[in-house]
């Protein structure tokens, strides 16, 4: 049901930003804009979640390691940021598409239980650095 949301209001926005332009244009923007939210929903889906998981795992120790993380996802949000300036004319369309992006991969972490999956994942990789740090110290 998320995914079909998230292809209606790319088409809906990408239908926005090519209002008085060329035809193809239509076209050019869903694809774009596709792009663009799938980096930003991911890309925020995968920090909120893995910072929440160190962060409940380790503590306070845990909000450093989640700092390359938060860079990697900027980084990201600044290539869909630009992509969403070939399709928008406005900076206002640009926040208004990021902000529903961010509402609906919220509520999609929090309805697929994400949070608790990602808890699991990070003790697991934590059990498997133990592990290997085990084996490499004998």
Do not use: H, P
């Not at 998981?53 to 390691?65: A, F, R, Y």
């Not at 600044?78 to 926040?95: A, D, H």
């Amino acid at each position: 049901m998320s995914g079909i949301s998230i292809i209606v209001i790319d088409l809906l926005f990408g239908i926005w930003g090519a209002i008085g332009k060329a035809w193809y244009w239509y076209i050019i923007n869903f694809i774009l804009l596709f792009i663009a939210s799938s980096i930003f929903n991911t890309t925020y889906i995968q920090c909120i979640t893995r910072c929440y998981s160190v962060v409940v795992l380790k503590g306070k120790k845990g909000i450093g390691e989640n700092v390359g993380l938060i860079i990697l996802t900027l980084f990201y949000w600044v290539v869909g940021y630009l992509i969403c300036m070939i399709v928008f004319q406005k900076y206002t369309q640009i926040m208004v598409f990021l902000l529903i992006c961010l509402i609906i991969s919220t509520i999609v972490a929090f309805v697929d239980n994400q949070f608790q999956v990602a808890i699991e994942r990070t003790k697991r990789f934590m059990e498997t650095a133990e592990e290997i740090k085990d084996k490499g110290g004998k």
